[in-house]
């Protein structure tokens, strides 16, 4: 089945430009070096699936014309990759149901209690998002199509990434357990944190991430949750051919 994947955001958790900062990224004029926090948007047989809600999705949505949205996926819960839950309201108020989404149950019970006005029943003080939570401990089949989590650890953390088809999507991490590769072969798409190329304790470098694609050996890869450290074209310019920078807009077709 044809499936097609827009990169909502490819930045890290403070965006790019960075608030207060004055270096040539956060000033650049190619749009490519604008990105708002990472997420990605999935599009196949009518239906639509977002993985994780930023503090911009209403940006994000506004610009990619987003309607409808028939699913959500969360990653972990960090402030960067689920502020944006307020911002399903509008999706909500013209569909019969509630948007399904989908979290390990750590994650699910953290929404609930960040989020709890949403979840809980007796909220009397305006609209709020009808939406419904769902723990998961395995692959979530979403209108004909699977997405498999795929355990990564970002620092300490144990998070998830997902595989769905021919792509896989691992944003936060810093190194990926060797139990998790038998999930990531033979890709067309692999998406792969690269925040910079000083290293991090809890993100993945540009050198490491390079690595790993010389042994999962996707057909494509791209990079996300990129900090103002690295300038697109000329960090491209430094990259093998089938890996590159990805940046906000970037549309990918796939078979999921």
């Known amino acids: 089945m044809k499936a097609t994947l827009t990169v909502l955001g490819s930045g890290t958790s403070m965006g790019v430009p960075t608030i207060g900062c004055d270096c040539a990224v956060c000033h650049s004029a190619d749009p490519h ?20 809600t930023t503090p911009d999705f209403r940006e994000q949505a506004i610009r990619e014309q987003i309607r409808r949205l028939d699913a959500v996926l969360y990653t972990h819960g960090h402030a960067d990759h689920i502020l944006g839950i307020d911002d399903l309201r509008p999706l909500t108020f013209h569909r019969n149901g509630k948007i399904p989404l989908y979290a390990k149950p750590e994650v699910a019970e ?15 003080y305006g609209g709020i998002a009808q939406v419904e939570m769902n723990p998961i401990d395995g692959p979530v089949d979403l209108f004909g199509a ?77 990079f996300t ?3 103002h450290d690295l300038p697109h074209e000329e960090t491209n310019a430094a990259l093998p051919p089938h890996v590159r920078l990805s940046y906000d807009g970037m549309k990918l077709d796939f078979e999921i």
Not at 41 to 50: G, M, N, P, Q, R
């Open 110 to 124: 953290f929404l609930q209690r960040m989020f709890r006005y949403i979840f809980d029943s007796d909220y009397k």
């Open 225 to 227: 949750h990129i900090c």
């Open 146 to 222: 699977r997405f498999e989590p795929v355990t990564v650890l970002h620092g300490d953390a144990e998070i998830i990434g997902y595989r769905f088809g021919s792509a896989a999507y691992l944003t936060d991490f810093s190194t990926i357990p060797s139990a998790s590769f038998a999930q990531l072969q033979d890709l067309d798409i692999l998406f792969l944190d690269a925040l910079r190329h000083k290293p991090h304790p809890t993100h993945s470098t540009v050198d490491n991430s390079l690595k790993i694609v010389e042994q999962l050996k996707p057909k494509r890869a791209f």
């Open 33 to 52: 070096d604008r990105r708002t926090r990472p997420s990605v948007l999935v599009e196949y047989d009518s239906k639509t699936v977002l993985i994780d």
